[in-house]
């Protein structure tokens, strides 16, 4: 059976929603997690409500974490970076780049359900363990 060129186009574009949506549920349990663990006052003030984003480049979906400023545009970092087409997830090694290596893969169902199971909002779970 030999694929047509737009069965190979289909197949991508299924990947890479696909990639998209796992994303998403990472971001989702960022939110859980960072809720979960921040409970009731800060110093006397309600916790901050820190969101998780997407913003989507050319090669990588980057998930932003933004918290709120007091009357001023949210303050902004970078959490991690996906790789749109592979769903390599990496470390950020600056606002625009990431680390060299991969932590996880998204498109592994057993890396996909560890990471949405024990990703923690400060970014822990991407340092590497050495064993």
Known sequence: MTLTMQDQKDAQNTIQLNIRKYTLMLC???????????????????????KFVIESGRKYHKIVMEVPNHN?????????????????VYKPASFKAPAKHVRFNLCIMSDREWLLENADWAGGYLYMRWQ
């Not at 859980?32 to 901050?48: C, E, I, L, Q």
Request: proline share 8%; charged share 30%; glycine share 10%.
């Open 28 to 50: 989702d349990a960022l939110e859980d997690n960072f809720k979960s663990r921040n409970k009731g006052k800060v110093g006397g003030y309600d916790a901050p409500v820190y």
């Open 72 to 88: 001023r545009p949210p303050s902004r970092s970078v959490h991690a970076f996906v790789d749109r087409t592979t769903g390599d």
